[in-house]
């Protein structure tokens, strides 16, 4: 018998059996559980698979126009620094709409779900929605002819556009709270305040943040358009490329977007992850 198998000494019991009218119990203790470190929430996936496979596309592309035959008028449309440009442009565009959408959406989502203002919630939110469902460019087309053309003709459109994800999901995620929270840290001596940023919008942050994340790929998306408002951005070289009929113009316009909306896309999933209360995201 080896010796992990060895018998304990005669007179002893093994450690937690002892003897009751002459038999033998074992206490029932549940095995410990082997104490492992928390998961963590940013995994080196997440943060190398997107910006590799764009900048492999980037790389494919730019490899591609380096060897295609570009004529004179396709060499104007990307000369200079004409495509860095209108990257950053369109990238402005977009951080602008966001933060405007923001300062809007958020305050007016959480009066809506305050009493004595949740019974406009619905007509607020209908009213939201109309400008989502009106196309884009009709809904840039009109404001065109209100505030004529420029760059904060297109934010303004781009604003209008977007609001309802971050509006709606910020009144979703503070109605979905248990009542019970909220009367509780009001029993506690909890302040309105305190209850709003303590309570209810920690419990709220995952819906908040997927609509905010919503919004920014909807504002790259309608920053394409801002060319037809005198916005600029990518949409130049879209345009540009459709109008005139070269290929490579069109199709670096179009990679650039949807690589843009790629990153912002993987940059608002990283924060979500990293605001997100960790109960919230193991349960």
């Known amino acids: ?34 104490s492992s470190a928390p998961a963590r929430r940013i995994t080196w996936k997440k943060l190398v698979v997107v910006p590799a496979v764009c900048a492999v596309v980037l790389v494919v592309t730019y490899l591609w126009i380096s060897n295609v035959d570009l004529d004179s008028i396709a ?8 495509v860095q440009v209108r990257w950053w442009q369109h990238v402005r ?11 809007i959406a958020l305050p007016l989502g959480i009066a809506l779900t305050r009493r004595g203002l949740n019974k406009a919630a619905p007509a607020v939110t209908a009213l939201a929605n109309i400008g989502q469902a009106t196309p884009a460019i009709g809904l840039l087309a009109l404001l065109v002819i ?5 760059p904060s003709t297109a934010i303004t459109g781009m ?10 999901n910020t009144v979703a995620g503070l109605n ?15 302040s309105a305040m305190g ?7 920690p419990l709220a942050v995952p819906l908040i943040l997927a609509g905010v994340r919503t919004a920014l790929v909807l504002n790259v998306g309608t920053a394409t358009l801002a ?5 600029g951005g990518l949409g130049d070289l879209i345009t540009s490329g459709i109008q005139t009929q070269r290929m490579p113009v069109l199709v670096l316009g179009s990679v650039l977007t949807v690589v843009l909306a790629l990153l912002v896309d993987w940059l608002a999933s990283l924060v979500e992850l990293w605001l997100t209360p960790r109960g919230l995201e193991e349960a």
């Open 75 to 82: 060499e104007n449309s990307l000369a200079g620094d004409n």
């Open 159 to 168: 604003v209008i556009y977007a609001v309802l994800p971050v509006l709606s």
């Open 93 to 103: 565009l977009t951080a602008i709409s966001t933060f405007w959408v923001l300062i």
């Open 227 to 231: 060319t037809f408002g005198g916005g």
């Open 176 to 190: 979905q709270i248990e009542p019970t929270l909220v009367e509780a840290s009001k029993g506690i001596g909890m």
């Open 146 to 150: 209100w505030l004529g053309i420029g």
């Open 1 to 34: 018998m080896t010796p992990s198998h060895q018998a304990p000494p005669k007179g002893e019991r093994p450690p937690g059996e002892h003897e009751v009218g002459g038999k033998a119990f074992r206490d029932e203790e549940a095995e410990p559980t082997p």
């Open 195 to 201: 209850t709003l940023t303590r309570i209810e919008l």
